[in-house]
T-cell receptor, first 113, second 106 residues
Framework: NAGVTQTPKFQVLKTGQSMTLQCAQD?????MSWYRQDPGMGLRLIHY???????DQGEVPNGYNVSRSTTEDFPLRLLSAAPSQTSVYFC????????????FGPGTRLTVL | LAKTTQPISMDSYEGQEVNITCSHN???????ITWYQQFPSQGPRFIIQ???TKVTNEVASLFIPADRKSSTLSLPRVSLSDTAVYYC???????FGDGTTLTVKP
């Protein structure tokens, strides 16, 4: 199993551009989530999904959209990038709930100029 | 979203036992306590999970008192490679918080 994969590893955007961060897992996990981590800070929950077709907002959802058309994939879309979105983004999955062991991807380091 | 409280940082020396305490005053009846470890430039990694009393695995022990309002992660005989950030999660719909930065010195 590849576990949780994320692409790209690094990305530089200009203010106002849009892009999609990809996340996929091959463990047949129902629960998936996106976090952002700013320098020296903990992880903050952006959006999460409890299964295909179901998504919900986390702690810091503004400026981001998600969809969950399949169990495996959970892309995160930045609608109009802002410098405040410069961060490292982690995708995670767990069997059914966030209380189950969460497996994290390697992260995407995003810089918005 | 449920939040936990941990010390911001701790220092230790190789070979010592390290105890990191987490406060979770508003823990729900069904919530487990989960601890994660994060190295620089990596995603967090699961260490241990428990509901009450004591849980032990090959890397750590977790102590949770009867009132479950706090928990203590115990790392026996730490080494330099244990230098990392440690997060306590009140499982359920929870957030990571800022974690505890553990620095192990030679």
């Amino acid at each position: 199993n590849a576990g949780v994969t994320q692409t790209p590893k690094f990305q530089v955007l200009k203010t106002g551009q849009s892009m999609t961060l990809q996340c996929a897992q091959d463990m047949n996990h129902e629960y998936m989530s996106w976090y952002r981590q700013d320098p020296g800070m903990g992880l903050r929950l952006i959006h999460y999904s409890v299964g295909a077709g179901i998504t919900d907002q986390g702690e810091v959802p503004n400026g981001y959209n998600v969809s969950r058309s399949t169990t495996e994939d959970f892309p995160l879309r930045l609608l109009s990038a802002a410098p405040s979105q410069t961060s490292v983004y982690f995708c995670a999955s767990s069997l059914d709930t966030p209380g189950d062991t969460q497996y994290f991807g390697p992260g995407t380091r995003l810089t918005v100029l | 979203l449920a939040k936990t409280t941990q010390p911001i940082s701790m220092d230790s020396y190789e070979g010592q036992e390290v105890n990191i305490t987490c406060s979770h005053n508003n823990i729900a009846t069904n919530d487990y306590i989960t601890w994660y470890q994060q190295f620089p430039s990596q995603g967090p990694r699961f260490i241990i999970q428990g509901y009450k009393t004591k849980v032990t695995n090959e890397v750590a022990s977790l102590f949770i008192p009867a009132d479950r309002k706090s928990s203590t992660l115990s790392l026996p005989r730490v080494s330099l490679s244990d230098t990392a950030v440690y997060y306590c999660l009140q499982a359920g719909k929870s957030t990571f918080g800022d974690g505890t930065t553990l620095t192990v010195k030679p």
